[in-house]
């Protein structure tokens, strides 16, 4: 009779035990993928431009050969510049372009079209990325003639814009770094377009960060673009479910590299 007792007290701890097992590992499960991080396939870059040295001057863009394009100029209260070098008094460089160099796995193409404004005669902003096969989307905003001229084998558009209000649309056809827009009424005026066949680019904006995400592990080449200072590369590793951080630099006395002739960027005054 004892015998049979303690068989049955044994038999009920062995089950409360298995219960309690099971029970901690579904919880561990489950918690392991609550705390597990978002993208912990991929990871991120975190990068910051850095400007060494003063920047340059911008050169003073003179609109007077278009009357409405000088009278936009004057209600923004400062003197009209080519925004060339752009930095955040703290040496962060706006308008770099970055991406990532090598072949990658297809991924859906953004429906959301990259957009840029004609506004005070200028294109604004000045550098964007895209994919190819996303949208390219123009708005002229100014109450005056624009043109929009990819100077590109390509992406070939040329396109005028008589009244504010008017939108242009392009797909864009193949990768390219970079393309430049130009309006052939205002020779001034200039936008570039840094177009590949993945996701993994970015510009920096106007303290200089810039952020590329979710990126399948691994070390990678990564090229910036600026469009006074030309391109630089270097080599990056991304590990699974981390941030990676890194810094690039630009050395303001480096001689210009600019895709543009700066002789043809100032439009003589006739006011």
């Known amino acids: 009779m004892h015998e049979r007792i303690e068989s049955h007290e044994m038999a009920k701890t062995v089950l409360v035990c298995f219960v309690l097992f099971v029970a901690f590992v579904a919880f561990g499960v489950q918690g392991s993928a609550q705390v597990a991080p978002a993208g912990a396939k991929t990871g991120t870059i975190k990068g910051h431009v850095i400007l060494s040295g003063r920047p340059p001057a911008n050169p003073v863009i003179r609109m007077g050969a278009d009357p409405v394009c000088a009278a936009l100029a ?9 925004r060339l070098v752009e930095t955040d ?3 962060g460089l706006a308008n770099v372009f970055v991406s990532l160099q090598g072949d990658f796995p297809s991924t859906p193409v953004s429906t959301e079209p990259v957009t840029i404004n004609q506004r005070t005669c200028q294109y604004l902003p000045r550098v964007v990325g895209a994919r190819v096969g996303q949208t390219l989307k123009i708005v002229n905003q100014d109450t005056t003639l624009h043109n929009l001229h990819s100077l590109s084998t390509k992406n070939v558009f040329n396109a005028t814009q008589p009244q504010s209000g008017m939108v242009f649309t392009y797909t864009l056809k193949a990768a390219e770094t970079m393309m430049r827009v130009k309006c052939d009424v205002h020779n001034w005026m200039f936008g570039y377009v840094g177009i590949v066949t993945h996701p993994y ?9 810039f952020t590329i995400a979710n990126v399948p592990p691994g070390r990678y080449t990564i090229k910036s673009w600026h ?7 270097t080599t990056v590793t991304v590990t699974a479910g981390r941030e990676t951080a890194l810094g690039l630099t630009y050395d303001s006395t480096a001689k210009p590299k600019s895709t543009a002739r700066l002789l043809d960027l100032n439009v003589p005054a006739t006011e």
Do not use: I
């Not at 004057?74 to 080519?82: L, V």
């Not at 680019?201 to 960060?209: E, H, L, M, N, R």
């Open 89 to 91: 008094g703290k040496g």
């Open 201 to 209: 680019f970015a510009v920096s904006g106007a303290d200089g960060t």
């Open 74 to 82: 004057r209600r923004t209260g400062s003197m009209p510049t080519q």
């Open 227 to 233: 469009e006074r200072f030309g391109e630089q590369t």
